[in-house]
């Protein structure tokens, strides 16, 4: 199976045979959908022999486009309904949650029954969840780490752009360290005290920790799961219910 997840700054190209092995490629969500197909080394999206596809995410336009460019193929997108049944709510309104959201909740859901979950996900916004007791108790939504460095930058006459660098020094001492240690200290702050947070309503739940960030975060979240395809999982779950 093909699965396409359009985000909001990056594509997952992802092909997967048992929905636990990915192989999975990122590219530019702002690249026409034709474009990304004559991409080398994507030869298994091209037709003819393409499989079935499954096609969700969270930019309706990008959406749109990548219908158009796979209306020779079999495109098969999520039933709202599979991820309710499976993952009772209370959102409001429910289509609001977004479709990555509700990707890396059904698979906390489905791969670790009966475990609550606080499921971190650092794209280019910060999602952190909460699962306990068979349901989606509610979550946080933060700017993400680039976001928040670019409008620091754009936002003001004087203040650089500026690459992350971790770990950083509690005090900067010149304009850019004072932005990494500003920028570092407040994700990890606001990371801990959602933690903190949430086990007061589940003290033994598992912290699963994904996204395009994960990996640079996770050394620095006490007991957290690294997760790099809990996105994908869902996905695959998802589409196969």
Known sequence: ???????NTRTLLARTRDGMHFDSVSVTTALPPAEILQQPGLTWLSAPNREPVALG?????????????????????????FFRRAV?????????LGFDRRCCLLAAAMDFPGQDSIVIDMGTA????????????GGRILPGVAMSLRGLHEGTALLPEVALNTPAEMLGNDTSSAIQAGVIHLFADAL?????????????????????????????????????HLLLRGFYLWIRG
């Open 1 to 7: 199976m093909i699965l396409i997840s359009v985000g």
């Open 57 to 81: 995410g969270v930019v309706p336009a990008a959406l749109v486009a990548w219908r158009e460019a796979l209306a020779t193929a079999e495109v098969r997108e999520p039933d709202p309904g």
């Open 88 to 96: 009772p709510h209370r959102y409001h309104p429910p289509e609001s």
């Open 126 to 137: 910060i999602k952190i969840d909460l699962l306990a007791g068979g349901h989606f108790r």
């Open 192 to 228: 801990r005290g959602a933690i903190t947070d949430y086990r007061q309503y589940s003290p033994q739940a598992q912290i699963l920790i994904t996204g395009g960030d994960a990996e640079r975060w996770q050394p620095g979240i006490a007991g957290s799961l690294y997760q790099p």
